[in-house]
C-alpha cells in the first residue's frame, strides 16, 4: 500500500497549487449582508366611510434596513412592545439572509404566538432578500408558478341598523338576500373569477345550503363555490350531525369546500367529517407551527391545509408547511388577506406547488376596487395585475411592490 | 451563446442589485442550453491507481442571463437530450415545475440549475434557503482499497485514520461483523468519548461481496455490541425497502440507527417518518432528486424532530451537498469516500486545476466553512474545463 508522503511526491497538489497562485484571481466574495434596524409604523390613506367601508385605506407597516442600502417593506404591523423588547434585539447585525436562524430563535424567546406577531418583519426580511438577489420571493423559494386563481370571500357588511345593535358581532349574513349572493357571484363571474366564498354562519345552517343553491343557479355549473364556518368565530359550533347534514346538501349544489366546519384546533371532527363526505374539509388558519400540520396530516384532519402566512408566522412558515403537505399529497391553499398585505401571499402561493387559488378577502366588490386607495402608494399603474381571474406574480423583486415612498412618508400616522 | 467575464458576471451580483432603483422589471431567466460532458483532469497512474479524484461529470446550465451554472455531480453525457427536453428555455428559477418535469432523475444536473440562481442572486443557495448555518462539522467516510468487506484492512491502520479526524465512518462488512465491532472498541479506545465513530451496513450493497441483508438477529446482536463499543450509530442495516425493521432494532436499542440515501422522492421519507425507521435521515445531495428535495426532506424530518443529515460524496461534487446541508442546518457533514492513507484534500486535489480559488472547500478545525462564493461555491475556470474536456469517452 503507498504511502501518502510517496503518493504526494509530484502529485497533483504539488504541481498545481504554487504554479496557478500567481494567476489566480479569485472571484468576488460575497458580502455578508447585516440587518441595521427595524421599525413598524401606521399609514392612513385620506378617504373612507360609506361604501368605503370595503375599500383599506389604513395600514400596519414593517420595515427592515440592512447596511447593504436596501430598505424593504411589508403592509404588515408588528406590535411595538414586541419589535422593541424581542425583534430587534434578535435581528439588529444579523445576517438578513439565515431567516430560519431567527424564526428559530424568536420562537425560542416568545413561543409561536409571538413568531405570530412579527410575521410583518419576516415580510419585509423576504422583501429585501428578494431585491438583494434581484428576484421575485417566490423564484428564489421553488418558483413553482407564475399566476393564481383567486377566489373572492365576500362578506356583507352590517347595515345601518344592524351597527347600532349591542353588542356587535360579527355579520352573520343572515340580513344579505340570497338573492343579492347570487347576484354579486354573477357580476364575479362576469368579471373573470371563477371562485366565491361565503359565510356559513346563519343561526340556521340550511339557509347557508340554500343561498349556494341560489349562487348555483345564477352562476352555472364552472364556478366554485366555498363555505366557511369559520371554527368558533360564529360564537357557536355546529354539532356533528349538523355538519354533515350541511355538506350532504352542499354536495346537492356542487359547493367545492367547507371550512372548519368545527373548532379550529379540532383534529378529529373535521377528520370523520372528511372521511364520511365528498365534499372537501379544509382548515388550518389558525396553525402556527409545523408541528401542528403535521398534527393534521397525520390524523387526515382536513382535505386541504389552509396556513395563514402571517398567522403561521411568516412566508418561510407557510413554504415549510407547504412542503410537508405535498409530502401527504395534500394541496396547501393559503388562507387570504387583503390589498397590499398580499404581496407576501402571493410570493409564497407561487413557491408551492400545491397552491392553486389566493383567496382575497373584502365585500362585495372586485379586489380591484378594494385596494383602489392603496394605488396611491405604489409606482406601478395597479397595485397586483388581476386578469381572466388570475393574480399574477408581479414582475418585481421581493415582494413585487414598487412602493412611492413620498406617499409613504405623506400618509405615515405613527412611529 | 453569451461568453461572460466574471468581471461582468459579478457585476450582475448582489453589489448592484443592492443599489438597484425600485422598478425595474425582473425579466424572467431562460435557460438557453445545457452541456453535459466528461472530464478527465490528468494524473499519473500511480496517483489514479492510489485513488486521486480526477474525473467528473459536469453539468452546464446555460442562461440567458449570460450566466452558467456547474455541477460536477452531473449526469452521463447520453441523458442529454432527455436533460434538454426538461430545460431548456424554461424559467430558470423555476425548481419546484422543472422537478415536477423530470430534473429529479438527475439530481446532480439540478445542483447546475442552483448553482445559476445563485450566482445570478449573487448568493450562496444555502442563503437562499433559510440558511440556518455557515458551518457545518465533517466526519470521513473511509473505505480501504481492496476487497470491499475490508476484511484485508488492519485493525490498526482503522485506528490510525481516525485519531486524525473528529469522526469517521466506516464499513461494517466483514464477513463475521463482531470483527468490525472488536475494530469499534479499538478505535473508542484510542480517541476517546468524544469521538463520533459510525458504522455503516450499506442495505443490500454487501450482496456483491457475497453477503446477504442481515436478518433482525445479527442486526440486535451487532447493534448491541456497537452500543457497548461507544458506536454512535448504525447506518442501513436492512433492506432499504422496508420501513419496519429499523424500526424495530431502533425501538431496542440506544445506538442510533440511521438510513434514507436511497431514495428519490418525498415519499420514502415520508414513510421512514410516520413508521419510525429511522433515528436520522440522509437523503443524498443526488439520488433524493438534488439540493431542493434535501430542503424538503429536512423540513419533513423536522417537523418530525427527526435529525436531517446528508448521505456524502467527495471532491467537486461535494459543492452542491454542502449547499443543502447548510440550508438545513444539519449537524453533520459526511465527506466520503475517502481512501487511506489519502486525506480529503489530497484525494480531491486535481479538481483544483478547474477553480480559480485557492481552496476547494475550507476546513476549519474539523468544519467544512460555507465558501464564501455565490451559487454553490465553486470558482470555475471555464478555459480548464475545455482543456480537460473528454472529447471522446474512449479517451478516458
Known amino acids: ?380 399603474p395597479d397595485v397586483f395585475r388581476i386578469e381572466n381571474g388570475y393574480i399574477y406574480l408581479p414582475e418585481l423583486p421581493g415582494l413585487g411592490l414598487d412602493l412611492n415612498e413620498d406617499a409613504l412618508k405623506e400618509y405615515r400616522t405613527r412611529a | 451563446m453569451p461568453n461572460l467575464t466574471r468581471r461582468g458576471l459579478f457585476g450582475l451580483c448582489a453589489g448592484s442589485a443592492a443599489v438597484q432603483a425600485l422598478g425595474a422589471v425582473v425579466k424572467p431567466v431562460r435557460i438557453t442550453d445545457v452541456d453535459l460532458f466528461r472530464i478527465n483532469i490528468p494524473v499519473s497512474d500511480a496517483e489514479a491507481a492510489a485513488g486521486l479524484m480526477h474525473q467528473y461529470d459536469v453539468a452546464k446550465i446555460v442562461t440567458d442571463a449570460g450566466v452558467s451554472g456547474y455541477s460536477f455531480a452531473g449526469a452521463p453525457a447520453r441523458m442529454l437530450p432527455a436533460v434538454k427536453e426538461v430545460l431548456v428555455g424554461k424559467d430558470l428559477f423555476n425548481v419546484d415545475m422543472q422537478l415536477r418535469e423530470g430534473l429529479g432523475n438527475w439530481g446532480g444536473v439540478e445542483h447546475a440549475v442552483w448553482d445559476a440562481i445563485g450566482k445570478i442572486s449573487g448568493q450562496p443557495v444555502c442563503k437562499l434557503l433559510g440558511a440556518p448555518k455557515d458551518r457545518v462539522t465533517a466526519y470521513l467516510t473511509c473505505v480501504w482499497r481492496g476487497p470491499s468487506d475490508q476484511q484485508q484492512v488492519p485493525y490498526r491502520d482503522q485506528v490510525e485514520m481516525a485519531v486524525k479526524f473528529k469522526g469517521m465512518k466506516i464499513r461494517v462488512w466483514r464477513p463475521n461483523p463482531m470483527d468490525d465491532v472488536e475494530v469499534c472498541r479499538l478505535i473508542k479506545q484510542a480517541t476517546g468519548k468524544d469521538f463520533k465513530l459510525m458504522f455503516d451496513r450499506t442495505a443490500h450493497a454487501p450482496i456483491t461481496a457475497g453477503q446477504r441483508v442481515w436478518d433482525f438477529e445479527t442486526g440486535l446482536k451487532v447493534a448491541k455490541g456497537l452500543q457497548k463499543a461507544g458506536a454512535y450509530w448504525l447506518e442501513e442495516p436492512f433492506a432499504r425497502e422496508d420501513y419496519d425493521t429499523p424500526a424495530k432494532l431502533a425501538s431496542m436499542v440506544d445506538i442510533l440507527i440511521t438510513g434514507g440515501e436511497g431514495y428519490s422522492s418525498l415519499e420514502p421519507y415520508r414513510q421512514c417518518l410516520l413508521h419510525k425507521t429511522y433515528d436520522i435521515l440522509q437523503p443524498d445531495g443526488r439520488n433524493s432528486g438534488g439540493i431542493f428535495r434535501c430542503r424538503q426532506v429536512g423540513i419533513l424530518a423536522a417537523s418530525f424532530h427527526v435529525p436531517c443529515i446528508l448521505h456524502g460524496t467527495m471532491g467537486l461534487m461535494l459543492a452542491g451537498w454542502l449547499q443543502a446541508t447548510l440550508a438545513i442546518g444539519s449537524p453533520l457533514q459526511e465527506v466520503a469516500l475517502i481512501t487511506p492513507p489519502l486525506l480529503p484534500e489530497e484525494q480531491w486535489a486535481p479538481g483544483l486545476k478547474v477553480l480559480k480559488s485557492k481552496h476547494m472547500f475550507q476546513f476549519d478545525n474539523g468544519d467544512l466553512v460555507a465558501p464564501p462564493y455565490p451559487g454553490i461555491g465553486l470558482d470555475v475556470d471555464e478555459d480548464a474545463l475545455a482543456r480537460y474536456r473528454v472529447k471522446d469517452l474512449r479517451d478516458k
Open chain 1, 1 to 380: 500500500m503507498p504511502t501518502r508522503r510517496g503518493l504526494l511526491r509530484g502529485s497533483a497538489l504539488a504541481l498545481t497549487m504554487p504554479l496557478l497562485d500567481s494567476v489566480r484571481a479569485v472571484a468576488a466574495e460575497v458580502k455578508r449582508v447585516r440587518i441595521t434596524d427595524v421599525e413598524s409604523f401606521s399609514i392612513r390613506i385620506p378617504g373612507g366611510g360609506g361604501r368605503d367601508q370595503m375599500q383599506n385605506f389604513a395600514y400596519g407597516v414593517s420595515r427592515v434596513h440592512t447596511d447593504a442600502g436596501v430598505t424593504d417593506t411589508a403592509f404588515l404591523p408588528c406590535p411595538d412592545d414586541l419589535l422593541r423588547r424581542w425583534v430587534k434585539p434578535t435581528l439588529l447585525g444579523q445576517d438578513l439572509f439565515a431567516i430560519d436562524r431567527h424564526v428559530a430563535a424568536l420562537q425560542a424567546l416568545r413561543g409561536e404566538s409571538g413568531v405570530q406577531s412579527w410575521s410583518g418583519v419576516e415580510h419585509a426580511m423576504w422583501d429585501a432578500v428578494g431585491r438583494i438577489a434581484n428576484r421575485p420571493v417566490a423564484k428564489l423559494l421553488g418558483g413553482a408558478r407564475d399566476k393564481l386563481r383567486v377566489y373572492r370571500t365576500t362578506v356583507w357588511p352590517y347595515s345601518e341598523a344592524a351597527l347600532a345593535r349591542k353588542p356587535l358581532i360579527e355579520s352573520d349574513q343572515q340580513e344579505v338576500a340570497y338573492d343579492t349572493q347570487a347576484k354579486f357571484a354573477a357580476h364575479l363571474k362576469a368579471s373573470g373569477f371563477t371562485g366565491m366564498k361565503i359565510r356559513a354562519w346563519r343561526p340556521k345552517p340550511m339557509d347557508d345550503v340554500d343561498a349556494v343553491g341560489a349562487i348555483r343557479a345564477a352562476v352555472g355549473p364552472d364556478f366554485k363555490i366555498m363555505l366557511d364556518r369559520t371554527a368558533v368565530r360564529p360564537g357557536w359550533v355546529w354539532d356533528y350531525p349538523t355538519a354533515l347534514e350541511v355538506c350532504r346538501g352542499l354536495e346537492k349544489h356542487d359547493a367545492y369546500w367547507v371550512e372548519e366546519p368545527f373548532d379550529g384546533h379540532d383534529i378529529y371532527g373535521p377528520a370523520r367529517l372528511a372521511a364520511e363526505v365528498d365534499i372537501l374539509i379544509t382548515g388550518g388558519e389558525l396553525g402556527k407551527s409545523t408541528y401542528e400540520f403535521l398534527e393534521f396530516l397525520v390524523n387526515k384532519t382536513y382535505d386541504v391545509l389552509q396556513p395563514d402566512t402571517r398567522i403561521c408566522g411568516g412566508i418561510w412558515m407557510a413554504r415549510k408547511i407547504a412542503v410537508l403537505a405535498e409530502s401527504f399529497g395534500v394541496p396547501c391553499i393559503q388562507h387570504g388577506t387583503a390589498s397590499l398585505a398580499l404581496a407576501g401571499y402571493i410570493q409564497a402561493g407561487c413557491a408551492m406547488n400545491n397552491c392553486g387559488w389566493q383567496e382575497i378577502i373584502g365585500g362585495p366588490n372586485l379586489p380591484q376596487e378594494q385596494w383602489e386607495p392603496a394605488r396611491k402608494l405604489v409606482r406601478t
